[in-house]
T-cell receptor, first 117, second 112 residues
Framework: DTAVSQTPKYLVTQMGNDKSIKCEQN?????MYWYKQDSKKFLKIMFSYNNKELIINETVPNRFSPKSPDKAHLNLHINSLELGDSAVYFCASSQPHGGGKVNEKLFFGSGTQLSVL | KQEVTQIPAALSVPEGENLVLNCSFT??????LQWFRQDPGKGLTSLLLIQSSQREQTSGRLNASLDKSSGRSTLYIAASQPGDSATYLCAVDNDSWGKFQFGAGTQVVVTP
C-alpha cells in the first residue's frame, strides 16, 4: 500500500495548456509538500500545507496553485504551461516539528515527470 | 540563506569498500538533517533522520554523523554493494515546518 501516491506519473502537454497533478498520503501526516526537481536534479520546495492551511509558499509563479481539500490530499494546478515548467514534481508528507509533533522523516511520492512541448 | 553542499558530486568504488559522503551547510540553526537515496526515475527514500540534539544515527550498514557547530554531516556506508548504487542527497530543515534545503547530491556507483 503506497504511502504517498501521485498521479499521473508522466504528463506531456503543449505550451499554454492547463494541467493538474494529484497527490494523496495515507500516513496520517498533517503536512504535505510540493517539490520541483529540475533538469540538473536539484530539488527545491515550492509549497507546503499543514492541515489544509498554506504555510510555505516559495517564490513560485502564480500560474502554480496548490489546493488541499483535506490533510490527506494536496493537488497542484498549473495554468498556461511554459517550456521552463518541464521538470519532475514530487509530492511529500511529514509530521514536522512546527506542527507540535515529533519531527519525522519526509516521505516522497514517485514523482510526476512533466514535459512541456 | 541556507546553502547545502555535497562533496564529491560523483563517486565510484569497487564492491566491499566503505563509502564516505560529505554534506556541509552554512546555517547551523537547524531542526534536523536527513539523508535520502534516489534511484533513477524514482522518488526519494529517507535513509536516516538526525535531530539537531543528536550526534549520529545508525541503521544497518549506514551511519550518519552530525556536527552542527561546524555545519557538517557525513554518511558512512560500510561494505558497499552494487545495490547501493544511487544518488544520495542531504537535506536540512531550518524553519521547523519541514522546509528542507537539499544539496545537489552525490552519485554513487559500486562496481562488482
Amino acid at each position: 500500500d503506497t504511502a504517498v501516491s501521485q498521479t499521473p506519473k508522466y504528463l506531456v502537454t503543449q505550451m499554454g495548456n492547463d494541467k493538474s497533478i494529484k497527490c494523496e498520503q495515507n500516513l496520517g501526516h498533517d503536512t504535505m509538500y510540493w517539490y520541483k526537481q529540475d533538469s540538473k536534479k536539484f530539488l527545491k520546495i515550492m509549497f507546503s500545507y499543514n492541515n489544509k492551511e498554506l504555510i510555505i509558499n516559495e517564490t513560485v509563479p502564480n500560474r502554480f496553485s496548490p489546493k488541499s481539500p483535506d490533510k490527506a490530499h494536496l493537488n497542484l494546478h498549473i495554468n498556461s504551461l511554459e517550456l521552463g515548467d518541464s521538470a519532475v514534481y514530487f509530492c511529500a508528507s511529514s509530521q514536522p516539528h512546527g506542527g507540535g509533533k515529533v519531527n519525522e522523516k519526509l516521505f516522497f511520492g514517485s514523482g510526476t515527470q512533466l514535459s512541456v512541448l | 540563506k541556507q546553502e547545502v553542499t555535497q562533496i564529491p558530486a560523483a563517486l565510484s568504488v569497487p564492491e566491499g569498500e566503505n563509502l564516505v559522503l560529505n554534506c556541509s551547510f552554512t546555517d547551523s540553526a537547524i531542526y534536523n538533517l536527513q539523508w535520502f537515496r534516489q534511484d533513477p526515475g524514482k522518488g526519494l527514500t529517507s535513509l536516516l533522520l538526525i535531530q539537531s540534539s543528536q550526534r549520529e544515527q545508525t541503521s544497518g550498514r549506514l551511519n550518519a554523523s552530525l556536527d552542527k557547530s561546524s555545519g557538517r554531516s557525513t554518511l558512512y556506508i560500510a561494505a558497499s554493494q552494487p545495490g547501493d548504487s544511487a544518488t544520495y542527497l542531504c537535506a536540512v530543515d531550518n524553519d521547523s515546518w519541514g522546509k528542507f534545503q537539499f544539496g545537489a547530491g552525490t552519485q554513487v556507483v559500486v562496481t562488482p
